[in-house]
């Protein structure tokens, strides 16, 4: 296993993830076969495929969480080794109505690792606001985290993946559990940060209905990878519709 800083021939020095040849074992299951993938900072890439197909497995083996054969090499800008910060939000976690935890809360927890019930200060208290304005969530910072709708919620865990800014946002099926509105607010808002933060986007989803409008890329796996290229490309190919068993065969 092989997860390194490295200058990937052909980045012109922008920041990337590149992936080699990655394959996962449990015992005697292969999840993952020999997976290829590139990307560079400012895209936004689908990664699609039915249930169990080892999406969030590949998130985990990108996040460091999961062992793997093969390589995943990061690049971040300027082509020279160093830091490379990966964001991450999670498939949502449940918070119960009423819960007493703000959002504000929620990033002291987070940010300061220190008790909710702890005073923060005004400076603290500035910079999450400064946070949640690049989700444009300012008036989100008091609300309690259990009486936010999907689309909210959605917008603060992205705010909090966002501090520190990293080169890599990876994101297990944001649009879940999201209406219609809020999916297109949420899309928006991540084609308005790849293009001003200049960074890799990398989610997961079951919802086709944006991938061609907001998707550079997208990746269709079910083990290995079957089919990349625009969304049109895939959602077209015959890979999609024998994946997805949409085909008008008996």
């Not at 996962?24 to 249930?51: K, S």
């Amino acid at each position: 296993m092989k997860h390194t800083h490295c200058n990937c021939g052909g980045c012109h020095d922008s920041c990337c993830l590149k992936i080699e040849n990655l394959s996962v074992r449990f015992g005697e299951e292969t999840v993952l076969e020999d997976v290829d993938l590139h990307m560079h900072c400012g895209q936004i890439v689908a990664l699609i495929g039915p249930n169990g197909a080892g999406k969030s497995t590949l998130i985990r083996a990108i996040l460091g969480q999961r062992a793997y054969e093969g390589r995943i090499s990061f690049t971040p800008a300027g082509g020279t080794p160093g830091a490379f910060r990966i964001g991450y939000v999670p498939q949502s976690p449940s918070f119960e109505h009423g819960d007493p935890v703000s959002v504000q809360d929620l990033f002291a927890c987070c940010l300061k690792r220190r008790p909710a019930f702890l005073p923060m200060g005004k400076a603290f208290r500035r910079s999450v606001l400064e946070s949640l304005s690049r989700v444009h969530g300012e008036a989100l910072i008091d609300k309690r985290m259990g009486d936010l709708s999907g689309g909210e919620l959605q917008r603060v865990l992205l705010a909090l993946a966002l501090e520190p800014m990293p080169q890599l946002l990876i994101l297990d099926e944001p649009l879940s559990g999201v209406d219609v509105e809020g999916m297109e607010l949420l899309m928006q808002q991540l084609h308005e940060i790849r293009r001003t933060c200049d960074l890799s986007i990398l989610m997961t989803t079951h919802d086709f209905s944006m991938l061609e409008r907001y998707c550079d890329r997208v990746v269709l796996l079910s083990h290995k990878i079957l089919k990349k290229g625009t969304p049109l490309d895939v959602l077209n190919s015959e890979e999609f519709l024998d994946a997805f068993h949409l085909g008008g065969g008996a």
